[in-house]
């Protein structure tokens, strides 16, 4: 068993390059299968549920040569099977989009029950119901989802709760679809646009990604002999912006857009840490205890769930309650009970969360219950006044690169150890 050790107090300071998104990626790694052909992904996190996507890929067919540790160039032009590897699809959340991008390419998939994070209910009904409603077939039995189509058709479709997985699988699957599709109420996250100007640079139709209403065109065939890079992640730059004001530093985020980190940075105002936006970079400073706030977790542009445990470490030690509704994530309060190991004082009810201010944190062995909240507890441990084991890594390693080589050059005192 593998752990992070952290001795704190620090205030993190310099530069970070922030990594290419988790997020987008999962989703554009599934969508090289409808090309007929070879295409490079660069700016890919180093992360594991990159492996283990290329992993899946690569028993479906797909031939991958790494170019570096952030790029590889993929060749799908030869897909012989209709069957994922369940030992794999049931790792992570994001498995699920082999769904949509298999139907569109060879109109059948069978594949495990989507894993990951465990936070709470985490229906794909809206994902099922988007095939059925292009044409297909699809049942759930035993662990495992059946999927199959003689050939999608354009239809309208109308997601009855803003869902970023359902919108995206769609999306896959509509793109070699006959006709037009229209997807009302669509998500609008700046990964969603990222996949569909991936898809569109080889060959796709696809209008309207970032608003709520997304027309998909089909097409007769995506092809190969592109380059793609994948955006900046919104979620890796903004824990790095709360890491400065719980730690009181001063860290300037290089490779981030900025336009995509609104929420944060408004709320990083209001409890009185100072935001400059350079464009192509950020800098984040904080010289003070935070001020309380209210915060309610929504879609983009709201403020994202993924960031929620992170900015309950800020309110853990702010002046005054604060209160964070989660209306995302029925389980994504798991945090608070480690962070109140600590010396916090929260008390979270269902999907509301009261956070009263401590002046500090103290180190305390910790456990990792998912990718965000792992991530939290680093921050935590940076702040707190002592010695912070985190446990349960396999989390953090889904989604963040190398978070403690980042973290030590910024001045964290922190080193992985095996037990």
């Known amino acids: 068993m593998e752990k992070l050790v952290i001795k704190g107090p620090t205030p993190l300071k310099g530069e970070v390059t922030i990594s290419g998104a988790k997020n987008a990626a999962v ?16 700016n890919l996190p ?11 890929l690569e028993h479906l067919g797909a031939k991958i040569t790494w170019n570096s540790e952030h790029s590889i160039t993929i060749d799908t032009s030869n897909i012989t099977t209709t069957k994922a590897p369940l030992d794999l699809t049931s790792k992570f959340r994001a498995s699920y989009y082999i769904i949509g991008a298999m139907l569109g390419r060879k109109g059948e998939i069978e594949v495990g029950m989507p ?22 077939n699809v049942s759930v039995e035993k662990g495992k989802i059946y999927a199959k189509a ?23 699957a509509s793109v070699l679809a006959k006709g037009t599709t229209t997807i009302d109420n669509a998500a609008k996250e700046p990964h969603i646009v990222d996949v569909a100007n991936f898809l569109n640079t080889m060959g796709a139709d696809i ?37 400065a004001v719980a730690t009181r530093g001063d860290l300037t985020l290089k490779n981030c857009i900025t336009k995509h980190l609104e929420s944060i940075t408004a709320k990083i105002i209001e409890v009185g840490g100072n935001v400059e936006d350079n464009g192509d970079s950020i800098r984040v400073w904080c010289s003070k205890r935070p001020n309380k706030a209210n915060i309610k977790t929504l879609p983009y542009p709201g403020f994202p769930t993924d960031l929620q445990p992170q900015m309950g470490v800020v309110l853990s030690l702010a002046n005054g309650t604060s209160v964070i509704n989660e209306s ?3 389980s994504r ?29 103290y180190g305390a062995p910790v456990y990792s219950s998912d990718l965000r909240a792992g991530a939290a507890l680093v921050v935590a441990g940076t702040a707190a006044e002592g010695i912070t084991e985190v446990y349960n890594l396999e989390h953090i ?7 403690e080589e980042k973290f030590r050059k910024l001045g964290a005192k922190i080193e992985r150890v095996k037990e």
């Open 27 to 42: 989703a554009i790694l599934p969508a090289t299968l409808l090309i007929d052909g070879t295409c490079t992904i660069e």
């Open 150 to 172: 003689k050939k999608l058709k354009g239809a309208p479709i109308y997601m009855d709760i803003v869902s970023v997985g359902a919108t995206i699988n769609v999306m896959l």
């Open 328 to 330: 995302i994530w029925e």
């Open 46 to 56: 180093n992360i594991s549920d990159i492996k283990i996507s290329c992993e899946i």
């Open 333 to 361: 309060f798991q945090y608070t009970e480690e962070l109140n190991k600590m010396g916090a004082r929260i008390t979270a009810q269902g999907k509301t969360a009261f956070f009263e201010g401590v002046k500090k944190l």
């Open 397 to 403: 390693d889904r989604g963040y690169e190398n978070i």
């Open 115 to 136: 894993g990951g994070c465990k936070l709470g209910a985490r229906p794909i009904d809206q994902h099922i119901k988007g095939f059925e409603t292009l044409g297909a």
């Open 207 to 243: 209008r309207g990604a970032g608003t709520d209403v997304i027309k998909i065109n089909g097409v007769e065939k995506l092809h190969g002999g592109s380059t793609y890079s994948v955006v900046p992640d919104q979620i890796e730059a903004g824990t790095f912006m709360l890491a």
